[in-house]
């Protein structure tokens, strides 16, 4: 089982960008789906993005969509979300997260992951 780790968080002023990255251990990372989720204060986990194992398709949150690009290099074991024209409401603590699976796209991950992140801190201030 691969083990995550996030990096890139900070703080940012609203219209800003920041590029979050997942590095993974182990040496079967692209058989993970992979993504991104969110939790911000008072609020409830949200799925911001989802990539397939080969990277070839996505998903975005209604929130985030236009804003947010999610990509994968399987060679390197890491995951990345660009993060641009964030606001203030993008403000959560953000994870990566992987679940094991077959599928040639990303949606197994609604179904919850295998393996979390600890999670790294966006504030975005207006």
């Known amino acids: 089982q691969v083990q995550l780790v996030e990096s890139g968080g900070g703080l940012v002023q609203a219209g800003g960008s920041l590029r979050l990255s997942c590095a993974a251990s182990?040496?079967?990372?692209?058989?993970?789906?992979m993504g991104w989720f969110r939790q911000g204060p008072g609020k409830e986990r949200e799925f911001v993005a989802g990539?397939?194992?080969?990277?070839?398709?996505?998903y975005y949150a209604d929130s985030v969509k236009g804003r947010f690009t999610i990509s994968r290099d399987n060679t390197m074991n890491t995951m990345y979300l660009q993060m641009n024209s964030l606001k203030p409401e993008d403000t959560a603590v953000y994870y990566c997260?992987?679940?094991?699976?077959?599928?040639?796209?990303?949606?197994?991950?609604?179904?919850?992951?295998?393996?979390w992140g600890q999670g790294t801190q966006v504030t975005v201030s207006s």
């Open positions: 182990g040496r079967t990372f692209s058989l993970y789906v």
């Open positions: 997260a992987a679940k094991a699976s077959y599928s040639t796209d990303w949606s197994p991950l609604t179904r919850g992951a295998d393996v």
């Open positions: 990539i397939s194992r080969s990277g070839g398709r996505e």
